[in-house]
Each structure stands twice: as C-alpha cells, then as structure tokens.
C-alpha cells in the first residue's frame, strides 16, 4: 500500500500542472469554478502523461529512470509559463491540513481495495507482459508474431511501465487502476459537494450521478472489481466516458451563460473533449465512439474555419500518432487487430490472423456457433447472448431505460436549447450501438449505457431538487464554520475509524508495503526456429510474471530480427518453416 501511495502521490504532483498549463493555453474559463478545475487538469495531465511516455517507448525503453526524465521534462515544461506557475503555487494555499488529512484517508482507504492479488486473467495472458516489454525493451518490431495481443497498442501499459520495476514481479501492475479509482471518487466528492450549493449546474450533477452510479459495482461487485483490480484499460475508458460528457457540458453552460461566445483565438476550450477522447482511444479503440463525438463537437460547437480544423488535426495527431506507430512496428497494422491500412512489412501479421483474433475479441456472432436452420439469426444469437452472458440482462435493462430517458432528453432540449445535452445523447446512443456490434459486454459499455439515465436524471434533479437541496445546506450549516467543521470532523473520523479496522486484518496488513506477488504457473522451455522461449502450461496461456520472452504458442515462421541484438532488435517472419523447428528444450 505504501508504494501505491507514493506512486499517486508523484502522479498527483505531475498531472497537475500538466493539466494547468493546458487549460491555461487553452483559455478554459469555463473551468474557472473551483474545485472543477484541479479536476479538469489532472485528467488532462494524466492522458498527455500517457501518451508521451508510449511515443518514449518508441525510441527508448520505459524503465523507471527513463519515466522519471519524461515526467520532469513535462512538468518543467508545463511550468514555464507564469500563469501556470501562479495558480499552482495559489492551490497550495488551499490545502489546509484538514483537506489533506481527508484525501490522505480516501487514499489509503483506496489503496487497501486495490493492493489485493491481481488475478484477472487478461493481466495473465498479456497485460502485464505488454508492461513488461515496454520497460524492458520499449516498442519492439514484431512482437505480435510471439503473441498477438502483444500488437495491442495501449497507453495506459506505456503509464504501468515505469511503475513496475521488473524485480517486484507484477506486483504493483494494478497502481494506474487504482490512481483512476481515486480520480473518479474525488471527482465524484467534489461534484457531489457543488450539488448542493447555489452555484450547482446540470454537469455538477450529471458527474456526480455518474461516479456515484459507476462506482460501486466496480468497487464491490465480483463481477467488475476483479477488473479494477489490474491493469485492465477498460478501467480508465470507463471514466473518460462520463469525464468526456461532463466536460462537453460544462463547455456548453459556460457558452450559454456568455454574453460573448466567440473564441479568444486558435486554442479554445471545446479542444479538451478532443484531447480526453483522443487519449482514451490510445487507451483502447473500444473509446472509439468518444472520438468521435468529441470531433464532431470540436467541428460544429464554434464556426467552421480552416485554422480550427487544422487546429483539431494537429492535436489529434500528436496524440493518436504514438499508438498508431507503436500498432505498426509490433503488428504492422495501425489500428491492430483492424486489417485496415495494413502494410507488408517482414513482421505484418497476415490479415487472416489480425481477422481471427478480432473475432476473438470483438467478434460476437462467433462466440456462439451458428443458428439452427429455419431460425431467425439475429433472434437466436440475442438469445444465446442473453442466457449465456451473466450481465446482459443489466444491459437490456439500462439500454431499456436509457430508451425512455431520450424522450425527456429530447424534450429538455428542445425546451432550454442547451446543446451540450444533445451532444451527450449522441455518445449515448454511438457508444451503445457500438458496444452492442462489437462486444457486449458490461466492461466494455456501462461507461456508454448509464449516460442518458444519468443525465435524465440529472436534468430533473437540477429542475425540480435544486432549491430543496440548496435549502437543506443552509439548515444543515445554520452556523456556518462550526457545522461545516463538526460535519467534516465526523466524516473524517468514521472514515478514519474504518481504515483503521481495516489495516487491522491480517490479510491487509500482509501487503502494507507491496501487493502479493501474481500468481504462478509451471513453464517449460521451448524454441521455434532461433527463438527461445517459456511456454506455460495453463489452459489460458497466461505467462503472469514469467521471464520474457514467454508465449504459449508463437507465430511457426517466427525468427529473431537480429541474432546478435537479441530479443530488442524483436522478431520477423520468414517463409520457410523448418518440418522440425518446434522442439522442447530439456
């Protein structure tokens, strides 16, 4: 747990001021209102953090000391500008030690859930081992041919990298899950305590009605919290799902409240949907339909011109470029497993392969065989899905409600003229339909199928709750600074009490300084061609924290690229496969 803390705590003070000179380059006043926009910025900073450490990877390994160059470089960058350097010197001011005995709580509390043993299998079979290579090696040509979800380009493996020190084991994969976890429930405390105030708008609720509905099926439910757990980037898409929507709606509140909408200069603040959607593409393509929305907002929010779409080009490239680069040297395809724009390169996966691991992943009408003959093929795979998958009739149900959400959506809209609404509606629906094409399944779509009940909701909270609530604060601190002191006061010491019972129990006391180590499975030594490696002996395939390289079962016409570099020169195909190239090494 100690290390966990001490690791978000250096990511605390890096995203920070990241986030702040971008929003202060930006021009963001609509994110003006404390505390919304330390939220804002480390968000922001967590995603450029991200996506600078997997463009690193292409030229460098991402080891601790490499990670720690980059992180100063950005911050001594972000801190440059005096406005920068201002208002992070005037935040400090406002961490009293009460403010800071609260969070130092929330994190421990945290770290307690998320420093149990990681055992979700995806962490077995490649996440961790896409850590692993890109600390070791960094971006390595060809090592889709070793394992093909070794091709999955993710930046929130590139954020891992430098976090996990190849002599702990794994043990600490789950660290940027848990940063994301403290992320969200700070985000959600902060909105929850802005609801109830005069100053409260649509997107303090909308947020707060999203984490509060998010969180706890990932925090305590089997089902999602053996996810959260790991190092699983369907964590964090899941977050940017709701930090992308309630960024576009306070955007659009601060337009609508604006007497003088028109954009300072190049650099606006409808850029900051763009770049939290574009960041949580190179955490996985599943975020697809995020990018996309917040494109069209980008484009259509603020009068058309040639400088705003080369503007938005230029971001989008700078950010998209590192995963697109990363896809084409370990796969050969830039959007891997996607055949589109694939090259023929001596490493390219063939597009027989990139299509059979696609279905695999995302390619539901397989999972389930074909439909009897006579019967409807879409009724029968729905059917299938819904018997077979144990959260489908949650997603039936939220896409159900999600259905009689969009009509008072509508209305509202129509009625307030409020564009953002309308902008959320349609992440709802794309996300949705997409997920439900793709892969329906619940860790990949609740960010999408919460959002219209979360706003209809929230919108009617807003409407019909806002007085009572604001009414109900001044009953509750009638004597302002002695009830706001003994309320937080009590908070803090039933948190505190609860910590401490747990910090009690042997189990959580075993991992106060690291996790348990990954679990372990028996390996056997192997070699295709001039390539060996440790092939573990599970149904799964899952290497854990095996010493690389390790694959259950490599591309037959693999070959090291450079015999005489080794594993770091990576791997190529070669035409001619040798009848006895496999063999097992006693």
Not at 31 to 44: I, N
Not at 64 to 80: C, F, I, Y
Not at 242 to 261: F, M, Y
Not at 389 to 397: E, F, R, Y
């Amino acid at each position: 747990m100690l290390y966990f803390i001490a690791a978000w705590t250096l990511l605390s003070m890096a995203c920070w001021p990241i986030g702040v000179a971008l929003l202060n380059l930006l021009q963001a006043d609509c994110f003006e209102r404390s505390p919304h926009r330390p939220m804002a910025a480390l968000w922001l900073g967590l995603i450029v953090l991200a996506v600078a450490l997997l463009g690193t990877s292409l030229l460098l390994p991402l080891s601790p000391v490499v990670g720690g160059l980059v992180t100063v470089a950005l911050v001594a960058a972000s801190l440059l500008p005096r406005s920068a350097r201002q208002e992070v010197v005037a935040w400090r001011v406002n961490l009293s030690p009460r403010l800071i005995l609260g969070i130092s709580i929330l994190t421990l509390a945290i770290a307690v859930i998320t420093t149990r043993q990681v055992t979700w299998i995806d962490t077995g079979i490649y996440h961790y081992g896409s850590i692993r290579w890109l600390s070791e090696f960094g971006t390595v040509p060809g090592l889709a041919l070793l394992k093909k979800q070794f091709g999955f380009a993710s930046s929130w493996f590139a954020l891992a990298a430098p976090l996990n020190p190849v002599g702990l084991g794994g043990r600490v994969s789950a660290l940027p899950n848990g940063f994301a976890i403290l992320l969200a429930v700070l985000h959600f405390w902060v909105s929850l305590t802005r609801s109830f105030t005069a100053q409260a708008k649509l997107s303090d609720w909308f947020a707060t009605l999203f984490f509060g509905l998010v969180l706890p099926p990932l925090l305590f439910t089997h089902l999602l919290s053996v996810i959260l757990v790991s190092p699983s980037p369907d964590i964090p898409v899941i977050f940017l799902t709701g930090v992308v929507a309630w960024s576009i709606l306070v955007i659009s509140e601060q337009r609508t409240d604006s007497v003088n909408a028109g954009p300072k200069s190049i650099l606006e603040p409808e850029l900051i949907p763009l770049i939290l959607a574009a960041g949580a593409v190179t955490i996985k393509l599943t975020a697809l339909p995020i990018l996309l929305i917040a494109s069209l907002f980008y484009l259509v929010a603020k009068r058309p011109s040639f400088k705003r779409l080369l503007v938005g080009g230029a971001v989008l490239a700078g950010l998209l470029l590192p995963m697109l680069l990363f896809s084409l040297v370990t796969s050969g395809c830039p959007l891997y497993p996607s055949t589109f724009l694939c090259l023929d390169l001596p490493w390219s996966q063939t597009v027989q392969e990139a299509k059979q691991l696609a279905e695999v992943t995302r390619g539901w009408g397989t999972w389930f065989g074909s439909a009897p003959t006579g019967v409807s093929a879409t009724l029968w795979l729905f059917w299938q899905w819904f018997n077979a998958i144990g959260s489908s009739k949650l997603i039936v149900l939220l896409i159900g409600l999600s259905i009689v959400s969009m009509i008072y959506v509508f209305r509202t809209v129509i009625s307030q003229q409020n564009q953002g609404q309308l902008w959320v509606l349609g992440l709802a629906v794309v996300g949705t339909s997409f997920m439900m094409l793709q892969s329906p399944l619940l860790r990949f779509g609740i960010g999408y199928v919460v959002l219209l009940p979360v706003l209809s909701v929230a919108i009617l909270f807003h409407a019909k709750l806002q007085n009572r609530c604001i009414e109900l604060n001044k009953r509750f601190t009638a004597n302002p600074h002695r009830q706001k002191h003994r309320w937080q006061s009590w908070v803090l010491l039933c948190s505190g009490t609860l910590v401490l019972v747990a910090l009690s129990q042997p189990p959580v006391r075993s991992r106060l300084v690291l996790p348990p180590a990954l679990p372990k499975t028996k390996l056997t030594q192997q070699q295709v061609n001039n390539v060996v490696y440790s092939s573990p002996q599970n149904s799964k395939g899952a290497c854990w924290a095996a010493e690389l390289p390790c694959s259950p079962q490599p591309a037959k016409d693999i070959w090291l690229r450079g015999p005489v570099r080794g594993l770091p020169a990576g791997f190529v195909r070669k035409p001619e496969v040798l009848p006895s190239s496999v063999n097992t090494v006693p």
